[in-house]
């Protein structure tokens, strides 16, 4: 998504300089999240396609970059095809988690073609067989649960958490998730973590840290985390820290080199340190810069993050870079549909806002968060508040 952002944001300022897009894929760069939401719910697969073919760019598919020579401005892909570069821009984004065990039949879901996969699983199972063992209990675990039972297939989710997105919320609110989950018809599995997975005539058995095995599935997806890409700027001596690292103008330490997206450590003034973010609004907002930083422009990246979950009917929102460590301060929703929010503070000041179930409202907090003034003001606790109503 990073790139497809970078080529707008080169083509911004550069209409006709050449391109060429290399991606192991074996499609042009398409948009994720509906994977794990609209998908399943009758939206039309062909939403997803982000028309990078129509701004004058080579697509290279199914070609997975593997040396980067700094000093020849080369990259070699894994079909031993040399690629020679003025700007190179690192979008790599992340790898998928795998279950530590042997995992036959698992899917974990990060590419089109996974939810093709799960998804052919699933009608090859049919009628009163669609069960899904689903693992994880994060954003993408709770989407998916959200959305294939209510298209009436059986979820059964396993999490090694107390409750799901335990991580990420605050206790309150995960376990409101949960009795949400559940109302919806998901049987949760909480504080069981799947170690591997085993194949049956039938279908799989996932197998618990406690050693039992799940009855069988008709399929196994998987969303338990991803970690960075950033193999090919290590191999070629650029500096990584969980993450490769850029300067605010999306930079790497060589200047012909940036990086954007989820693979991207950037300097935060919000935190006063590098952050990563794995969401679709960075993707975008990054990969636009770097793009127009590679034609020379001056560009400054220093986001206030949004990330938005739709998880069945309820929307969660969160901005900044809340942590669990966080003072939290919270004001519950009546109902388990109904709306809340939760300032997250670390040494006084706001490090980051939940909005559970009152989309539209983001905007407003954002601005007021991005106003250093409105921060130290007695006031702005009551301001935040008072955007919900
Ligand atoms: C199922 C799902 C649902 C999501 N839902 C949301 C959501 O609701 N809200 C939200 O904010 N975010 C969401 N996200 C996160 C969001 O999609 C990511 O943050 C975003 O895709 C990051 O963009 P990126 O370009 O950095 O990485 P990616 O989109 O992962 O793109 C990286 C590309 O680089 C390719 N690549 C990697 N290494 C190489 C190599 N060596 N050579 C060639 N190609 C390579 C990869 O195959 C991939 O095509 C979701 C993600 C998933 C998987």
């Known amino acids: 998504m990073a790139a497809d952002a970078a080529v707008r944001g080169i083509r911004s300022q550069d209409p006709d300089g050449r391109i060429v897009l290399l991606t192991e894929e074996a499609h042009p760069p398409y948009d994720r999240p509906p994977l794990s939401k609209g998908l399943w719910a009758g939206e039309d697969e062909s939403r997803v396609w982000r028309g990078t073919e129509e701004l004058g760019v080579q697509i290279e598919t199914g070609r997975r970059v593997v040396a980067l020579d700094r000093d020849a401005q080369q990259v070699r892909d894994d079909l031993d095809a040399e690629w020679e570069y003025d700007r190179l821009l690192l979008a790599t984004g992340s790898r998928v988690r795998r279950l530590q065990g042997p995992d036959p039949g698992v899917i974990y879901l990060r590419t089109l073609d996974d939810y093709r996969q799960l998804r052919r699983r699933l009608d090859a199972a049919g009628g009163n067989g669609r069960t899904v063992g689903l693992i994880g209990g994060g954003f993408i675990g709770c989407e998916l649960a959200g959305v294939l039972v209510e298209g009436e297939i059986e979820v059964r989710q396993y999490f090694p958490e107390e409750a799901p997105l335990a991580r990420v919320l605050p206790p309150e609110f995960s376990r409101l998730l949960a009795e949400y989950l559940e109302s919806l018809g998901v049987e949760l599995h909480p504080g069981q973590g799947v170690t591997s997975t085993e194949e049956v005539e039938d279908g799989w058995h996932l197998r618990t840290d406690d050693g039992a095995l799940s009855e069988p599935v008709a399929a196994v997806a998987a969303g338990i985390g991803a970690n960075p890409r950033t193999e090919v700027a290590r191999d070629a001596g650029l500096p990584v820290d969980g993450g490769i690292v850029v300067d605010a103008g999306l930079r790497t330490r060589d200047p012909r080199i940036f990086a954007a997206g989820d693979v991207a450590r950037f300097p935060s003034s919000m935190t006063g340190q590098l952050e990563l973010v794995a969401h679709e609004e960075h993707a975008n907002e990054s990969g636009m810069l770097a793009g127009q930083a590679m034609t020379g422009a001056e560009v400054c990246y220093d986001p206030l993050p949004y990330f938005y979950s739709g998880i069945g009917g309820l929307t969660l929102e969160v901005l900044g870079f809340p942590s669990p460590e966080d003072q939290v301060e919270r004001a519950l929703p009546e109902a388990i549909t109904g709306s809340g929010l939760a300032r997250f503070r670390r040494q006084g000041r706001t490090s980051g806002v ?21 921060e130290s003001d007695p006031e702005f606790r009551e301001l935040l508040a008072t955007a919900l109503d």
């Open 354 to 374: 939940l909005i559970w179930n009152r989309p539209g409202r983001a905007h407003r907090i954002r601005r007021l968060l991005a106003s250093r003034e409105a």
